[in-house]
């Protein structure tokens, strides 16, 4: 059963960068969707983006210009980097593992707990 | 893009069924498949139905999935009501993009 653990600073100013980790306990990269998803306090949830394949990426169109995943094989930790953040980006913030279904399509089958994110300065 | 519709609350008694809704704006419900999440407070998503009506491992047989082409919509069935099941309740499918789309969400109170 695999893992996810999110990491992040938990605060960030505003107007600058938000970098997340999420560490993966095991599996193959290329066989799943790594995820981010996110939800502001007392809100419903965001998709944010997906990295799959080994090198494939798909983003929110609402956060695209932002918003950068990545995979790292050598530490099996995927990444969010959204840049110049406002009171609007604070949240929740959750990784979690997409399995392919017969549609093509991913559902999330495995989540991390969830790290607080606050914008503030 | 398209947006899913959820009715914001839901109230039912203990040993009753209930049914969740979600409604696809525009295009087909039936063009790419639709999953159902429950979140509990202070917990992470998980997943009750996945592609339609399939049901992971773990989850009651008390909670089933479909769709209805004639309204567009895919819905959640709880029968047997607890009240553990009480959450909030998203769907969520695709866009031809491969951008996933959530519903605004359910509040389930069973009471």
Do not use: M
Request: with cysteine; glycine share 8%.
């Amino acid at each position: 059963h695999v893992q996810l653990q999110e990491s992040g600073p938990g605060l960030v100013r505003p107007a600058e960068t938000l970098s997340l980790t999420c560490t993966v306990s095991s599996d193959s990269i290329t066989d799943y969707f790594w995820t981010w998803i996110r939800q502001s306090p007392g809100k419903g949830l965001e998709w944010i983006a997906y990295f799959y394949d080994g090198w494939s990426s798909k983003y929110s169109p609402s956060l695209k210009n932002r918003a950068t995943i990545s995979f790292d094989t050598s530490t099996n930790q995927f990444s969010l980097t959204l840049t110049s953040v406002t009171a609007a980006d604070a949240a929740v913030y959750y990784c979690a593992r997409g399995t392919l279904t017969s549609y093509g399509y991913p559902f999330l089958d495995s989540w991390g707990q969830g790290t607080l994110v606050t914008v503030s300065s | 893009n398209f947006v899913l519709t959820q009715p914001h609350s839901v109230s039912e008694s203990p040993g009753k069924t209930v049914i969740l809704s979600c409604t696809r704006s525009s295009g087909s419900i039936a063009s790419n498949s639709v999953h159902w999440y429950l979140q509990r407070p202070g917990s992470s998503p998980t997943v009750v139905i996945y592609e339609d009506n399939r049901r992971p491992s773990g989850v009651p047989d008390r909670f089933s999935g479909s769709i209805d082409s004639s309204s567009n919509s895919a819905s959640l069935t709880i029968s047997g009501l607890q009240t553990e099941d009480e959450a909030d309740y998203y769907c969520q499918s695709h866009d031809s993009s491969n951008h996933a789309v959530f519903g605004g969400g359910t509040q389930l109170t069973v009471l």
